[in-house]
């Protein structure tokens, strides 16, 4: 049943149908899982941990490896994270050296 509504139209339960929940594509989860378990990581490599500091660098960390190891440019990845591009690589590197085991 469709009724006017302002300047538009509106169909009755309209919002029903539109409640159902997506389903998060597979590569989505991956990346999410993967940034979870590096986050993970981080956070442990970290000789202070009071406070959010450490949480968040190592969840921006965390996200620029992830992202680049799923083949997304650095640039695309400073642009998202609201970051400059300097401070992406500059992530990068750090998150690499620190897997590797020489920082």
């Known amino acids: 049943m469709w009724t006017t509504f302002g300047l538009g139209q509106t169909r009755l339960g309209w919002h029903l149908s539109q409640a159902e929940p997506q389903p998060v ?50 640039q695309t990845i400073a642009e998202d994270l609201s970051i400059p591009y300097e401070t992406a690589k500059t992530h990068s590197k750090l998150a690499r050296r620190s897997l590797r085991g020489d920082a």
């Open 25 to 74: 594509p597979a590569a989505q989860r991956l990346l999410a899982d993967r940034i979870e378990e590096l986050t993970t990581y981080f956070v442990n490599q970290k000789k202070r941990t009071g406070g959010t500091r450490a949480q968040d660098s190592a969840e921006t960390w965390a996200t620029v490896l992830a992202r680049r190891e799923l083949g997304d440019s650095l």
